[in-house]
């Protein structure tokens, strides 16, 4: 299924600054779907009401573009920014460069116009964290990565530190396979979790995490102690293993 066109789709992706590329077939998320709907029961996503929303469309890629039948995943590696000290507390490391909506979006973009070339009547759309699309979902389908314990996609050779990006496409691709990856019998980011914010494996409470309060997301005083952090936190992703090589 258009196995050179495929290749040329991942080529380009490359030669704009993304790190990887993989593609999966568009299909109705089931699984997600169950357990998306056990997270909105424990209203672990706080005050964050757009989670809520659009839920008709966030397990089925052809609801958002009509005749989906490819996904592409980028991820965007930010693994080299540096936790930044200032007068005001620790900046994050996806906090400490050129914000990525931006920097991904414009990657994507050039990224489309070469699809174009190579399916002149296709239709697509790309997002970056700003949608109903299960972008982090989608990246692992593509074979980018696995869900860590820590909520986050873990990619094997640069950790946790990446953006993703998505394409959805009328046009059928080659499809990659889901990694077999796990984080095995590792916790350590449910140890060093300085507020309790993963209260188990694959579950964080945003009522509970350092990021949820001193991000764009939540603006009224925290009550939760931000132990230092003026934007953003790194601390379950400093301790993972996968970050570490």
Same mark, same amino acid.
């Given at each position: 299924?258009?196995?050179?066109?495929?290749?040329?789709?991942? +080529?380009?992706?490359?030669?704009?600054?993304?790190?990887?590329?993989?593609?999966?077939?568009?299909?109705? *998320?089931? +699984?997600?779907?169950?357990?998306?709907?056990?997270?909105?029961?424990?209203?672990?996503?706080?005050?964050?009401?757009?989670?809520?929303?659009?839920?008709?469309?966030?397990? +089925? %890629?052809?609801? &958002?573009?009509?005749?989906?039948?490819?996904?592409?995943?980028?991820?965007?590696?930010?693994?080299?920014?540096?936790?930044?000290?200032?007068?005001?507390?620790?900046?994050?490391?996806?906090?400490? #460069?050129?914000?990525?909506?931006? &920097?991904?979006?414009?990657? *994507?973009?050039?990224?489309?116009?070469?699809?174009?070339?190579?399916? %002149?009547?296709?239709?697509?759309?790309?997002?970056?964290?700003?949608?109903? &699309?299960?972008?982090?979902?989608?990246?692992?389908?593509?074979? *980018?990565?696995?869900?860590?314990?820590?909520?986050?996609?873990? +990619?094997?050779?640069?950790?946790?530190?990446?953006?993703? #990006?998505?394409?959805? *496409?009328?046009?059928?691709?080659?499809?990659?396979?889901?990694?077999?990856?796990?984080?095995?019998?590792?916790?350590?980011?449910?140890?060093?979790?300085?507020?309790?914010?993963?209260?188990?494996?694959?579950?964080?409470?945003?009522?509970?995490?350092?990021?949820?309060?001193?991000?764009?997301?939540?603006?009224? %005083?925290? %009550?939760?102690?931000?132990?230092?952090?003026?934007?953003?936190?790194?601390?379950?992703?400093?301790?993972?293993?996968?970050?570490?090589?």
């Amino acid at each position: 299924m258009n196995a050179t066109q495929t290749q040329s789709i991942k +080529n380009f992706a490359m030669h704009f600054g993304f790190f990887a590329c993989g593609v999966a077939k568009a299909e109705f *998320l089931e +699984n997600d779907k169950i357990h998306y709907e056990n997270y909105l029961q424990r209203e672990d996503f706080g005050e964050m009401n757009f989670l809520a929303r659009y839920l008709d469309k966030r397990f +089925n %890629p052809a609801s &958002v573009l009509e005749n989906t039948k490819s996904v592409i995943a980028v991820l965007w590696d930010y693994s080299h920014h540096e936790i930044k000290e200032t007068p005001e507390g620790k900046i994050a490391k996806y906090a400490s #460069g050129e914000d990525y909506h931006v &920097v991904v979006k414009s990657k *994507l973009l050039q990224l489309e116009d070469e699809i174009r070339k190579l399916f %002149p009547k296709s239709n697509m759309r790309s997002f970056v964290d700003a949608s109903p &699309v299960l972008e982090k979902t989608w990246a692992i389908q593509a074979g *980018l990565g696995f869900r860590g314990k820590n909520t986050l996609l873990i +990619n094997p050779k640069i950790g946790s530190y990446c953006n993703v #990006g998505i394409i959805l *496409l009328d046009q059928e691709l080659t499809y990659d396979t889901p990694l077999e990856t796990t984080c095995g019998d590792c916790f350590r980011c449910l140890e060093a979790c300085p507020t309790g914010a993963l209260e188990n494996p694959y579950q964080l409470n945003a009522r509970k995490c350092i990021s949820y309060y001193n991000n764009t997301q939540k603006h009224s %005083p925290a %009550p939760i102690d931000l132990h230092g952090w003026a934007k953003g936190c790194d601390e379950c992703q400093m301790c993972c293993p996968w970050n570490s090589k």
